[in-house]
């Protein structure tokens, strides 16, 4: 039943963090693509986005959320967002030409985060351990953050003459300082954080707007309190609500966090100081609650308790979150009921779900069900009303278990785990030549892909498609000269949906949208059962390609960790218990693959990295199942058979401990964007399985010449035995268009036959 907040005024309420920008059928993507093609006006644009944030009002009025959030919304992101509100966006960006030209401001907001001729974009990097990323402002000592902008202002306006009274949502100023980074022309050792009270000077005055145009509170946002980093800096966050706090033209204050628990130390100094509200996550880590009792309660601090899990699928165990709130009512004297964090990290409507089996449904909830389950929470704390939610599971998944997956996971001894140290190199060849897997993604495929879809294509012909594509990319491969091939992948739309479309226990979704970054979605499989692996998923594709060749062609996985890194997954038993799971699969898959005379298999980790947690003292515990789930996954062979993995970044510091521990024969990363820094690291460690450092960047489509990766590969037999040295590019070639690709890798090819000759 809706529930207007003029019916009655109940003493807990209920908010929402944030709500999906994308609209509900990606109309933001389609918008924005249209205005960068030039084919849609400023104007245009602009309304298509107000129409998606009256909706997202009205949806969360509907649902019965008491308090509405704005400023939620962003063309591309929130972070971005920030830094132009605050002008602080690096020179190389010309400022508009003529104030107030819509055009001109749309053209410099979407440079800074595209690029534009002779201007780079910001760097993008992961918004904390989610999936979506956000823009790293640049900035140095001469940087002067002053309020240029009015987006919160002007959305809060355009809300209110709606009928939304609305509760403005910014970064907060730790969160963004701390995720920005110091410009290259910044002195050595300098840190954005010097700039802090510079910009809540900036701050100080964009409060004093919201309150002038009568907005009752403002949400800023630290999600950086939940991090290691976040968590030793108490002493900025006293300084930031002192500040903040004493202005006296100001609406009310929520400081929101979420991602963890924040601790004992930076919780006292959010109640001791004039703040009236803060929001806590008390579903991720379960150590909110102990962080309340520690401080004995907020007193008359607001608090703001994330029960309902915002950036997972699973439905509320409501008799579960009453009890939670029930506890919480005794360690605060006002209470806000919310979800853990922004709802912009799960899809929008499960009714736009039509395939779904029922029990599974039953176990869902996105953001629109979410809204409703916090705010029916609100209900059922302030006016007792009956949960007419109760039925359903209880939160986590729907619980489908397979004895078999179980009975097999434990017959398996230690050895499952382990293979042969002594098993020695995995070719006789110094400096041997491959590529990560993926060949261009050509507009044919895509379309036979998509004729298939939608029935247009019958099996037959789109698997004859697939067959003559391999034939084009082995024949390309053996002319170029690469020594260990790869198939192209062209039967996979996603390196994580292909797999999950065949294995046991996960469903993919329609319409489950999800933004990543800008106007790119993607649409995240939900891993809900045991898993296993009814039948093979690769073999035909990998021994088509091998028929086609006397060269060794590679096969192709993706491992646990990165099933369920970009996956929902359930959380009615530990992620390692999943990965474990997913590990077990796939080691029957390596084996078919490896019966079938494939010699060399690659499980792509890409995602290794992503999954750490946020804090220190987990990530020995997070390392130790990750590892588990890839050794499972690949010790089944034998020792002749060549184990890759390959994973997508460089800042190896963090895990290579944990990359050692995977026991691969080959490792392949990202090296050419830090200029190969990490051979050096690994010629210092005695690293001694064999490692392909990429060579060059595939992100971007220029073509690098012989002599700039024939320096790469020389700095890198510096360091590390030529024997163990593999060559290859540093990630997948979809991306790319096959003109640039093969350039590139004739280049590669050639740049090794000059560097082993001087062997
Ligand atoms: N094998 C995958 C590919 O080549 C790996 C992609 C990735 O690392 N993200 O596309
Ligand atoms: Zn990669």
Known sequence: MPHTPEASRPSVRSTVHGYPRIGPNRELKRACESYWRGETAAEELDGIAAGLRLGVYAQLREAGVDDIPSNTFSYYDHVL??????????????????????????????????????????????????????????????????????????????????GFPTRPVLVGPLTFLLLAKAAEDAPEGWRPVELLDQLLDAYAQLLAGLSAAGAAEVQLDEPILATDEGRAAVGLLERVCRRLGSLTERPSLLVSTYFGSIGAPALRVLKDSPVEAVGLDLVTDGEGVDDLVKVSGLGGTRLVAGVVEGRNVWRTDVPAAVATLGTLLALTDELTVSTSCSLLHVPIDLDAETSLAPELREALAFAKQKAYETALLGRV??????????????????????????????????????????????TDTPLTTTTIGSFPQTAELRRARAARRRGALAEDAYKQILREEIDRVVALQEEIGLDVLVHGEPERNDMVQYFAEQLEGYATTENGWVQSYGSRCVRPPILFGDVSRPEPMTVEWITYAQSRTDKPVKGMLTGPVTMLAWSFVRTDQPLGDTARQVGLALRDEVADLERAGIRHIQVDEAALRELLPLREERRAAYLDWAV???????????????????????????????????????????????????????????????????????????????EEIEGSLRLAVAHIDAGSLWVNPDCGLKTRGYAEAEQALRNMVEAARRVRADL
């Open 628 to 706: 588990n789930s890839f050794r499972l996954a690949t010790s089944g062979v034998s020792p002749s058979t060549t184990i890759h993995t390959h994973m997508c970044y460089s800042e190896f510091g963090l895990i290579v401990g944990g990359i050692e521990a995977l026991d691969a024969d080959v490792t392949s990363v990202e090296a050419a964007r830090s200029r190969m820094e990490l051979v050096e690291d690994l010629g210092r460690r005695g690293y001694k399985r064999g490692i392909g450092p990429g060579v060059y960047d595939i992100h971007s489509p220029r073509v690098p010449s012989v």
């Open 381 to 426: 704390l302030s006016d007792g009303a009956e949960a007419e939610y109760a039925a359903g599971g209880a939160g986590g998944g729907p619980g489908f278990t397979d004895a078999r997956v179980r009975a097999r996971l434990d017959a398996l001894g230690p050895d499952a785990y382990e293979r042969p140290q002594d098993r020695g190199a995995p």
């Open 81 to 162: 967002d920030t830094a132009v509100l605050f002008d602080l966006v690096p020179s190389r960006f010309a400022s508009p030409a003529a104030a107030g030209d819509r055009d001109e401001e749309l053209r410099r907001y979407f440079a800074l985060a595209r690029g534009e001729q002779g201007a780079p974009p910001l760097e993008m990097t992961k918004w904390f351990d989610t999936n979506y990323h956000y823009l790293v402002p640049e900035l140095s000592p001469s940087t002067r953050p002053r309020l240029v902008g009015d987006k919160p202002l002007a959305e809060f306006r355009e809300a209110a003459e709606a």
